[in-house]
């Protein structure tokens, strides 16, 4: 693990923006009020953490900045379809909706990986390499 400041991403065209604690991570995840789905990313820990606002449900995903292996959360796995957002609000992207869980439920997720360095025990994860 590394112990360089996180930053906090929310668009390409706007520069991440330092996050040194729990309160102001969720303060700027707070600020963000996307008219549609869009995924944002934490660098922290070494790890890309992604999250995706402006929906009752999302997903947080992390991986590895030298990429060997990714870990995404998992909701209902018995769910159908995909789930369309945009990455960074430019690239449009789908994640299955079996890996969605509560947009309250991922915010504590992220706060606590950002905390810890680690994945949260409190959801299921599924690990995949690359």
């Not at 729990?22 to 869009?38: A, H, K, M, N, T």
Request: glycine share 6%; aromatic share 8%.
């Amino acid at each position: 693990m590394t112990t360089t400041i996180a930053t906090l991403r929310s668009a390409e065209d706007v520069p991440p923006v330092e996050v040194r604690t729990g309160e102001e991570l969720d303060q700027l995840l707070d600020q963000l009020r996307p008219d549609s789905p869009v995924s944002v990313i934490l660098h922290a820990h070494g790890c890309e953490a992604h999250i995706l606002l402006g929906s009752p449900e999302s997903f947080v995903y992390i991986d590895e900045i030298t990429p060997t292996r990714y870990y995404i959360t998992v909701g209902d796995s018995h769910a159908k379809g995909a789930v369309g957002f945009h990455l960074l609000g430019q690239h449009h992207t789908e994640f299955e909706r079996c890996y969605l869980i509560p947009l309250v439920t991922a915010r504590r997720v992220l706060r606590e990986f950002f905390e810890t360095g680690r994945k949260p025990a409190s959801v299921d994860w599924e690990e995949n390499e690359y």
